[in-house]
């Protein structure tokens, strides 16, 4: 298993030489006039959309048949039509299979979990979640059970009988499901809430399947995920490498499967395809974070520990 990390322009640097991939993670910048170090992010509006297009156009080369392209897109207001208007032209030449929102920040009982950043306008809510649209050249198969992100269910969608878990036997009491959560907090969101259930035995299981499906069951395109905070890392806008991860997952990345990140940043994405086995090239036109990433790599910090 190999992760790489290449420094220079993905518009160039994505070239036949760097062979297939299964399965594209990205999240190129939003211009939103971020400071990033070499790159800026504040590029007229019409030229931003088809930057995109020329970028993910070559992308688009370099997967496989089947591969999958998940990319992540926030915006800022009041222009909340770009990202949407990236993936309308995206859809020109792939097929928009899911959108997914990922969700920032949520509220369990009274426990937030995640931040946002409040606002304080008349005229806007504060925004919680971006967008992640997965793209394949032809619809695709995906691997609904592999999916383990369970930890932003409110009790009352475990107690409905056939929300999210259909007929499915799962009834901790309210006070179970608060120290199920707690119990979560404490282990770190990584580790699926239903496999802790399951390890309480809360979960009744008429076989290895069911169980499995009863572990991995949700299948939404709404994902929890607490964002990196800066405190180790040199960068302003990194995805969590749990959000990569369940990208991989819902792909169904098995053995030999390759990743590549266009926009690598400081590596997040890497260190998904890392903590799941897969081979995979990061590339990121900032000589700064690409160092950062590769630290990163060697340091093979815990997908969450990181941040503490
Ligand atoms: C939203 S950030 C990606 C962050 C990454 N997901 C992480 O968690 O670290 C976008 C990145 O794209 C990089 N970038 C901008 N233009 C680029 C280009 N033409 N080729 C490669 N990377 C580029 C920026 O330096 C920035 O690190």
């Not at 994505?14 to 030489?17: I, N, V």
């Not at 992010?41 to 007229?44: Q, R, V």
């Given at each position: 298993m190999e992760q790489q990390v290449i420094c220079g322009n993905c518009l160039e640097l994505?070239?036949?030489?760097l062979g297939l991939f299964d399965v594209i993670v990205t999240s190129p910048?939003?211009?939103?006039?971020?400071?990033?170090n070499t790159y800026k992010?504040?590029?007229?509006r019409k030229e931003y959309i088809e930057w995109m297009a020329a970028v993910f156009m070559k992308a688009k080369d370099l997967l496989t048949p089947n591969g999958s392209m998940f990319i992540n897109l926030g915006f800022g207001q009041p222009d909340l039509l770009l990202p949407l208007e990236v993936a309308k032209r995206l859809s020109e030449f792939m097929v928009l299979q899911n959108q997914i929102a990922w969700v920032k920040s949520i509220r369990i009982g009274d426990e937030q979990k995640g931040s946002f950043t409040p606002n304080n306008s008349e005229?806007?809510?504060s925004n919680n979640f971006e967008y992640v649209f997965h793209f394949t050249k032809s619809y695709q198969k995906i691997?609904?059970?592999?999916?383990?992100?369970?930890?932003?269910?409110?009790?009352t969608y475990l107690k409905s009988?056939?929300?999210?878990?259909?007929?499915?036997?799962f009834k901790p009491t309210e006070k179970e499901w608060l120290t199920l959560t707690e119990a979560h907090l404490e282990t770190g969101i990584n580790i699926s809430a239903m496999s802790v259930a399951a390890d309480k035995g809360w979960l009744k299981s008429n076989g290895e399947r069911s169980k499995k499906r009863r572990i991995y069951g949700p299948d939404f395109n709404r994902w929890a995920a607490e964002r990196t905070q800066k405190k180790t890392l040199d960068h302003p806008a990194m995805f969590p490498v749990e959000l990569a991860e369940m990208c991989l997952k819902v792909h169904g990345c098995g053995v030999g499967c390759r990743m590549l990140d266009?926009?690598?940043?400081?590596g997040s994405s890497l260190l998904a395809a890392k903590n799941l086995g897969l081979d995979a090239v990061g590339i990121d036109i900032d000589p700064k974070y690409v160092a950062e990433a590769r630290e990163r790599l060697v340091a093979d910090y815990g997908a969450w520990n990181e941040a503490k």
């Open positions: 994505m070239t036949p030489e910048p939003y211009n939103l006039d971020i400071d990033y992010d504040n590029k007229e005229k806007y809510l691997d609904k059970n592999n999916m383990s992100n369970c930890w932003f269910f409110p009790y009988s056939n929300m999210p878990l259909t007929g499915l036997n266009p926009f690598v940043g400081v």
